[in-house]
């Protein structure tokens, strides 16, 4: 009886298969290495069954999945001969070098995925998924497909606010389903331990919890912890089970999860909750451990061993960036350990401790990972970078031998605006819209193929400091972790931005119908007008001289001399390297070349209070012919007021003169000091 059912079916997916002869074009994240499409389509319906040649291990994960899937395929009890999907591991794949490829075929009698591990089978049946997601449609044809990266991850940051188990599961729906494979979450922070420890209670029954709604509240409050329970108390944490629960979660997705704890730094918390941790043994003093006291390492040791019994993943992630070190050069204990070791300064008391976490880890058959601060002091020896100060960690690491991953902060973190700060919700501030995380390259063309095989890949970082509800971290991440993936995932020749915005917006919408909070692309304002192509004025080109002392900051050049005359203006940061940095007040001349009518003088300036970028006090425009003796045109006052907002403002001067030099001057108000940005003098 079943059996006629099913040939009934199988007539009926034949009718539709054939019904349908439209070449489609694949909307698919991220992009496949090759597909060869013939027009037509096979269609899924609900007499379509699903049969798996794979382990057992596999091929229960798989079949789950596919039951739960938008597709809610039955499973065969025997090969079927026509309308199935059919799941294949095989030993050896034409075409397909990465154990993470497939090679989806779609007939018009099924679809079949061929792989060499359960991985690359899922990633095909995702490919199957996107493209069924158009009225379960399946363009006939073959896609061949790999990842470019064997690392393609995302960090979430469940300290600054903590989000539950099912925060953290739906993000791993969506990870899977752009084909990402390693979800790095940072536990343990200032802002609260996260996750339960035996041997450590006072870790989750107080550092845990925290004064302060969101972490904005407690930074700038009292930055005080509370017990457990108590009225005040934010915060929480994950109990062992629950991180098993979600390893395992995982791991149904072909995802690893990385656990992070933090040392030496960012352990205020712990050193608060354990002060004989701590260089002083004071509460809130420090955010260092003692590196002198073995204590320490003995606290660190038995804290990693309950980690490695939850997380079975291959790398520890021990942080290690943004170390004070600065108690360590008066205690006495961290003073005679580096006296013993014969180190010589506190970077390299650093590399003590993370060689050794790192000999406690490979004992133990795991390996370490790391920030780029663990490259301070001397790497060790079988570390993997993660880079985020900007590139050079990563590639730093890669020359020496070292594997890297690179999350670098100007492509990867997504905390920054995504679009003009003034149509979105507060954040850290720089601005990383989709199209700049879609334009990483994380190889450089400098590379030798051996360098090359070091980087192992690609991670989106979300802090979380400004990002005070689940929605919100949603907002974040998508749409541009599918940027990432693409990044993470297809061939660089594949690529093509205008091509993946539409395919964008397409996932936009699936998503929103999946539930999760997106930002809206469709409505994107994008970068500041002025910052992409030129402003037409006199300046351009024309040559810049600084007042002695006034020169622009190092760090902030926007190129040098022309900057402030080539005609670009800055976009919605100053770290986009348009914005020309200033410490010492701005006075810059400009010549003219020849007396010429002027009717406008102006330069725009951004605030930013949190980095300490303040617009300026007092401006004065002023005019010269013989660039000795200025006429001052205009002087305008301004009083500076601190705010939680990106404002951009224009100071300058309207008239008619005519003028050969000008001068443009402006100065810090010393109440707050910081910076002074301006992007160009526009002379009209
Ligand atoms: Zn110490």
Same mark, same amino acid.
């Given at each position: 009886?079943k059996k006629?059912?099913r040939?009934?079916?199988?007539l009926?997916?034949?009718a539709?298969a054939?019904?349908?002869?439209?070449?489609?074009t694949?909307?698919?994240?991220p992009?496949?290495?090759?597909?060869e499409?013939q027009?037509?389509?096979?269609?899924?319906n609900?007499?379509?069954?699903v049969?798996?040649?794979a382990p057992?291990a596999?091929?229960?994960?798989?079949?789950?999945?596919?039951?739960?899937?938008s597709l809610?395929?039955a499973?065969?009890?025997?090969?079927p001969?026509?309308?199935a999907i059919?799941?294949k591991?095989v030993?050896?794949?034409?075409g397909?070098a990465?154990?993470e490829g497939?090679?989806l075929?779609?007939?018009?009698?099924?679809?079949?995925?061929?792989?060499k591990t359960?991985a690359?089978?899922?990633y095909?049946?995702q490919?199957?998924?996107?493209m069924a997601?158009d009225?379960?449609?399946?363009a006939?044809?073959t896609?061949?497909?790999?990842?470019r990266f064997e690392?393609?991850?995302?960090?979430?940051?469940v300290?600054r606010?903590f989000?539950?188990?099912?925060?953290?599961?739906k993000?791993?729906?969506a990870m899977a389903?752009?084909?990402?494979?390693?979800?790095?979450?940072?536990l343990?922070d200032a802002?609260g331990?996260r996750?339960?420890?035996?041997?450590y209670?006072?870790?989750?029954?107080f550092?845990?919890?925290?004064?302060g709604?969101d972490w904005k509240?407690w930074?700038n409050?009292d930055?005080?912890?509370?017990?457990?329970?108590?009225e005040?108390a934010?915060g929480?944490y994950?109990?062992?089970d629950q991180?098993?629960?979600?390893v395992e979660?995982?791991k149904q997705h072909?995802?690893?999860?990385?656990p992070?704890?933090?040392?030496?730094s960012h352990s205020?918390?712990v050193?608060?909750?354990?002060p004989?941790?701590s260089c002083?043994h004071v509460?809130?003093k420090q955010?260092?451990?003692?590196v002198?006291?073995e204590?320490?390492?003995?606290f660190?040791?038995?804290?990693?061993?309950?980690?490695?019994e939850i997380?079975p993943?291959?790398?520890i992630?021990?942080g290690?960036?943004e170390?004070?070190?600065?108690s360590?050069k008066?205690c006495?204990?961290?003073q005679a350990?580096?006296?013993?070791e014969g180190l010589k300064d506190?970077?390299?008391?650093q590399?003590?401790?993370i060689?050794?976490?790192?000999?406690?880890?490979?004992k133990?058959g795991?390996n370490l990972?790391g920030?780029?601060?663990?490259?301070?002091g001397?790497?060790?020896?079988?570390?993997?970078?993660m880079?985020?100060?900007?590139t050079e960690?990563g590639?730093?690491a890669?020359?020496?031998?070292?594997?890297?991953i690179?999350?670098p902060?100007?492509?990867?973190y997504?905390?920054s605006?995504?679009?003009?700060?003034?149509?979105?919700?507060?954040?850290?501030g720089?601005?990383?819209?989709?199209?700049?995380?879609y334009?990483?390259?994380p190889?450089?063309e =400098?590379?030798?193929? /051996?360098?090359?095989?070091l980087m192992?890949? !690609?991670? +989106?970082?979300?802090?979380?400091?400004?990002? $005070?509800?689940?929605?919100h971290m949603?907002y974040?991440i998508y749409p541009?972790?599918?940027?990432?993936s693409?990044v993470?995932?297809?061939?660089v020749?594949?690529?093509n931005?205008d091509e993946?915005?539409?395919r964008?917006?397409?996932?936009?919408d699936?998503?929103?119908?999946?539930?999760?909070n997106?930002?809206?692309?469709?409505?994107?304002?994008g970068?500041?007008?002025?910052a992409?192509?030129?402003?037409e004025?006199?300046g351009?080109?024309?040559?810049v001289?600084y007042?002695?002392?006034t020169?622009?900051?190092?760090?902030?050049?926007?190129?040098?001399?022309?900057a402030?005359?080539n005609g670009?203006r800055g976009?919605w940061?100053?770290?986009d390297k348009?914005?020309?940095?200033?410490?010492?007040?701005?006075d810059v =001349?400009?010549d003219? /070349?020849k007396e010429?009518?002027i009717?406008? !003088?102006? +330069?725009?300036?951004?605030?930013?209070?949190? $980095?300490?970028?303040f617009?300026p006090k007092e401006?004065i425009?002023?005019?010269?012919?013989?660039?000795?003796e200025f006429?001052?045109l205009?002087k305008?006052?301004?009083?500076?007021?601190?705010d939680d907002?990106?404002?951009?403002?224009?100071f300058?001067?309207?008239g008619?003169t005519?003028a050969?030099?000008?001068r443009?001057?402006?100065?810090?108000?010393?109440?707050?000091?910081?910076f002074l940005f301006?992007?160009e003098?526009?002379?009209?």
């Amino acid at each position: 009886m079943k059996k006629i059912v099913r040939m009934a079916g199988m007539l009926l997916a034949f009718a539709f298969a054939s019904c349908s002869q439209q070449p489609q074009t694949l909307s698919i994240i991220p992009v496949p290495l090759k597909a060869e499409l013939q027009g037509g389509a096979f269609v899924v319906n609900e007499q379509t069954q699903v049969w798996i040649d794979a382990p057992e291990a596999d091929k229960n994960i798989l079949q789950e999945y596919l039951a739960s899937s938008s597709l809610k395929l039955a499973v065969a009890t025997e090969a079927p001969a026509s309308n199935a999907i059919v799941l294949k591991q095989v030993a050896e794949l034409p075409g397909v070098a990465s154990a993470e490829g497939y090679v989806l075929t779609a007939t018009k009698k099924g679809v079949e995925i061929q792989a060499k591990t359960g991985a690359g089978l899922f990633y095909g049946v995702q490919t199957l998924l996107q493209m069924a997601a158009d009225g379960n449609k399946v363009a006939l044809g073959t896609i061949t497909d790999e990842p470019r990266f064997e690392y393609r991850g995302m960090m979430l940051d469940v300290s600054r606010h903590f989000y539950g188990l099912d925060f953290v599961k739906k993000q791993i729906d969506a990870m899977a389903y752009y084909k990402l494979n390693r979800l790095h979450i940072h536990l343990t922070d200032a802002a609260g331990w996260r996750i339960e420890i035996k041997k450590y209670p006072r870790l989750t029954n107080f550092a845990a919890w925290r004064t302060g709604k969101d972490w904005k509240e407690w930074w700038n409050g009292d930055r005080k912890y509370v017990e457990e329970g108590s009225e005040d108390a934010v915060g929480g944490y994950f109990t062992q089970d629950q991180c098993r629960e979600i390893v395992e979660y995982a791991k149904q997705h072909y995802i690893t999860v990385i656990p992070e704890i933090e040392m030496p730094s960012h352990s205020e918390e712990v050193t608060t909750a354990y002060p004989e941790l701590s260089c002083t043994h004071v509460p809130y003093k420090q955010a260092d451990f003692c590196v002198g006291n073995e204590k320490t390492f003995e606290f660190l040791e038995n804290v990693l061993l309950e980690v490695m019994e939850i997380f079975p993943s291959e790398y520890i992630h021990v942080g290690g960036d943004e170390a004070s070190k600065q108690s360590w050069k008066t205690c006495p204990l961290c003073q005679a350990r580096m006296k013993k070791e014969g180190l010589k300064d506190v970077d390299e008391l650093q590399s003590y401790l993370i060689t050794r976490m790192e000999k406690f880890l490979n004992k133990h058959g795991r390996n370490l990972l790391g920030w780029d601060e663990i490259l301070e002091g001397g790497l060790a020896p079988n570390a993997t970078v993660m880079s985020w100060r900007g590139t050079e960690g990563g590639l730093k690491a890669i020359e020496s031998g070292h594997r890297a991953i690179m999350s670098p902060g100007e492509f990867c973190y997504f905390d920054s605006y995504q679009d003009a700060p003034h149509t979105q919700p507060e954040a850290i501030g720089g601005y990383l819209p989709l199209s700049k995380v879609y334009s990483y390259n994380p190889i450089p063309e =400098t590379f030798t193929p /051996e360098q090359a095989a070091l980087m192992y890949g !690609v991670q +989106a970082n979300l802090w979380a400091e400004y990002i $005070p509800t689940k929605e919100h971290m949603e907002y974040m991440i998508y749409p541009r972790i599918l940027a990432l993936s693409e990044v993470a995932w297809s061939a660089v020749a594949n690529k093509n931005y205008d091509e993946f915005h539409g395919r964008a917006l397409k996932a936009i919408d699936d998503l929103r119908a999946k539930g999760y909070n997106t930002f809206d692309l469709k409505n994107e304002v994008g970068n500041r007008p002025g910052a992409d192509k030129p402003v037409e004025n006199l300046g351009i080109g024309k040559k810049v001289t600084y007042a002695e002392g006034t020169k622009y900051y190092s760090g902030y050049t926007a190129g040098g001399d022309d900057a402030l005359v080539n005609g670009i203006r800055g976009g919605w940061t100053y770290g986009d390297k348009l914005w020309q940095g200033f410490l010492k007040g701005v006075d810059v =001349t400009i010549d003219l /070349e020849k007396e010429t009518p002027i009717k406008e !003088v102006n +330069a725009d300036f951004m605030q930013i209070c949190g $980095p300490g970028v303040f617009m300026p006090k007092e401006v004065i425009v002023s005019v010269s012919n013989d660039g000795k003796e200025f006429t001052e045109l205009a002087k305008i006052e301004h009083q500076v007021v601190k705010d939680d907002e990106v404002t951009f403002k224009t100071f300058g001067w309207t008239g008619e003169t005519t003028a050969r030099y000008v001068r443009y001057q402006a100065s810090h108000d010393n109440n707050f000091g910081g910076f002074l940005f301006v992007d160009e003098i526009v002379i009209k």
